[in-house]
Antibody, heavy 123, light 107 residues
Framework: QVQLQESGPGLVEPSETLSLTCTVS????????WTWIRQTPEKGLEWIAY??????????KYNPSLRSRVTISVDTSKSQFSLKLSSVTAADTAVYYC??????????????WGQGTLVTVSS | DIQVTQSPSSLSASVGDRVTITCRAS??????LNWYQQKPGHAPKLLIY???ILQSWVPSRFSGSGSGTDFTLTINGLQPEDFATYYC?????????FGQGTKLDIK
């Protein structure tokens, strides 16, 4: 059974870059799509980005509302994928989840989730 | 962007009840609609995908239906472990979007 575990700082200063890593165990990075999602009480669940390791290896897609600030990447040697969100503000305070798609981007939904990590943006 | 609207936002029910949660998309999404269950302090879990296919862990009292713009999640015979928040999610087009959630609590 695949397991995902987010790691990274729980506190980030405004205007800095939020960096999170998701370590995948019990399964391979290859053959799946990988996504980052965040959740706040105010906005609910928000999809951030995905990276394709099934069809078009390394292809990324971003939420247009965040595209200018987000980078998603994979390190297959470490079985990890990462999120970088630059120029953060308090509005980026959220629980961040790393997620494996069940199937292709248009079917199956988000099948496996990390436990989530709370990132607070504050000085 | 496709908007998905859930109703109701909250719902009180008793063990054994039948409950229905609806999700409406702002445009035709065929059957590209998924449902998740989230309990406090935990990540969402995929419950139903492609509108009506139950994940392997999901009891048969759960069912999903609909296509196009209108979808339904039904729980027949609520059990204590079903009290949670439920979300719908469209995966037809980017950016993926979620409903605002339906909190199901015990009456």
């Amino acid at each position: 059974q695949v397991q995902l575990q987010e790691s990274g700082p729980g506190l980030v200063e405004p205007s800095e870059t939020l960096s999170l890593t998701c370590t995948v165990s019990g399964g391979s990075i290859s053959g799946y799509y990988w996504t980052w999602i965040r959740q706040t009480p105010e906005k609910g669940l928000e999809w951030i980005a995905y990276i394709d390791y099934l069809f078009h290896i390394g292809t990324t897609k971003y939420n247009p509302s965040l595209r200018s600030r987000v980078t998603i990447s994979v390190d297959t040697s470490k079985s990890q994928f990462s999120l970088k969100l630059s120029s953060v503000t308090a509005a980026d305070t959220a629980v961040y989840y790393c997620v494996r798609h069940l199937d292709s981007p248009n079917s199956g939904g988000f099948g496996n989730w990390g436990q989530g990590t709370l990132v607070t943006v504050s000085s | 962007d496709i908007q998905v609207t859930q109703s109701p936002s909250s719902l009180s029910a008793s063990v054994g009840d039948r409950v229905t949660i609806t999700c409406r998309a702002s445009q035709n999404i065929n059957s590209y609609l998924n449902w998740y269950q989230q309990k406090p302090g935990h990540a969402p879990k995929l419950l139903i995908y492609t509108a009506s296919i139950l994940q392997s862990w999901v009891p048969s009292r759960f069912s999903g239906s609909g296509s196009g713009t209108d979808f339904t999640l039904t729980i027949n015979g609520l059990q204590p472990e079903d009290f949670a928040t439920y979300y719908c999610h469209q995966c037809l087009s980017l950016p993926y979007s979620f409903g605002q959630g339906t909190k199901l609590d015990i009456k």
